[in-house]
């Protein structure tokens, strides 16, 4: 697979979703300690926040949110593991053990979520 004329393998995707996640989880940081500050505001503004919270489009935000982070933490175990502990010869093993390993995590959390919040 190409990508902006470079063939894309595993380690190039491997790095490309590490960056990208954790951009993402970053972003979803400062946003949500920026909600968090708007709650001092008084009662009106905790209750607008809130409500803001519980939108369908943040609560879809925060299972993707989860999947960034499983992604983010399993890869980040898995760059430790490649540099540190001679697994360079089995990082492309160890990037889709990684990716189903998220896979997985993802749907039970994707599970446990919609079941506790969305669906009562």
């Known amino acids: 697979m190409r990508f902006f004329g470079y063939e894309v393998k595993t380690g ?14 970053t972003i979803f940081l400062f946003f949500h300690i920026w909600t968090q500050t ?4 008084g009662p009106e503004k905790f209750n607008a926040v809130m409500a803001f919270y519980k939108s369908p489009l943040i609560k879809i935000s925060e299972i ?13 175990l898995r760059i430790v593991v490649v540099d540190f502990a001679e697994g360079s010869r089995y990082h492309k093993k160890l990037f889709w053990g990684a990716m189903a390993a998220t896979a ?14 969305m669906l009562h």
């Open 38 to 41: 708007q709650i001092y505001g």
């Open 64 to 76: 993707l949110l989860m999947g960034a982070i499983i992604f983010h933490a399993l890869n980040g």
């Open 12 to 25: 190039m995707f491997s790095w490309l979703l590490h960056r990208i996640t954790g951009v993402g989880i």
């Open 104 to 117: 997985v995590l993802f749907i039970v959390g994707t599970w446990i979520v919609v079941s506790r919040t």
